[in-house]
Antibody, heavy 117, light 107 residues
């Protein structure tokens, strides 16, 4: 059974930094693309970032230059380093296992990041 | 960027009725479209990919169709557990983009 467990969400002030983690199990992590998708309170879904098995990375314009996706295949863990956080980054951040061509076929339960002064 | 527009924003349906949800893309692409279901307090769940292929374990009452710029999700006979928010997502181009969602509520 695929499991994705996010952690690291917190309450921060604007301008702060945070690293989110996603522990994966139940599939061959190193062979799979992985992504982060976020959802602001009461809003829809927004793709944030993807990392392919070959190390290629992709970012939404809204986070480019501020967020960095990475992975540790030895630990089956995906990361999202965030910096220069803004109020509009407040959201539940979901880790996803990507299916063929970057659809999101498995989701974690999410971790809440709140940016507020 | 491909903008995905879903309609209607809210759909009021009686249990047992058919629900038809629409998703329109600002640019044409083939069938790299997925549908997700999200219930309150839960993570989204993949329903349909490739515009019309049901994901593992998804009941046959869910069906998807379309290509190009017009896509449809049909729920043939709504069950109580189907009242939720539904999102479409294109995975043809970067950036990956979602529609704004359709809330299916009990009439």
């Amino acid at each position: 059974e695929v499991q994705l467990v996010e952690s690291g969400g917190d309450l921060l002030q604007p301008g702060g930094s945070l690293t989110l983690s996603c522990a994966a199990s139940g599939f061959t992590f190193s062979s799979n693309a992985m992504s982060w998708v976020r959802q602001a309170p009461g809003k829809g879904l927004e793709w944030v970032s993807t990392m392919n098995p070959n190390g290629n990375t992709y970012y939404a314009d809204s986070v480019k230059g501020r967020f960095t996706i990475s992975r540790d295949n030895s630990k089956n863990t995906l990361y999202l380093q965030t910096s220069s956080l803004r109020a509009e980054d407040t959201a539940v951040y979901y880790c996803t296992k990507d299916g063929k061509l970057h659809l999101f076929d498995q989701w974690g339960q999410g971790t809440l990041v709140t940016v507020s002064s | 960027e491909i903008v995905m527009t879903q309609s209607p924003a809210t759909l009021s349906v009686s249990p047992g009725d058919r629900a038809t949800l629409s998703c329109r893309a600002s640019q044409s692409f083939n069938i790299n479209l997925a549908w997700y279901q999200q219930k309150p307090g839960q993570a989204p769940r993949l329903l349909i990919y490739g515009a019309s292929t049901r994901a593992t374990g998804i009941p046959a009452r869910f069906s998807g169709s379309g290509s190009g710029t017009e896509f449809t999700l049909t729920i043939s006979s709504l069950q109580s557990e189907d009242f939720a928010v539904y999102y479409c997502q294109q995975y043809n181009n970067w950036p990956l983009t979602f529609g704004g969602g359709t809330k299916v509520e009990i009439k």
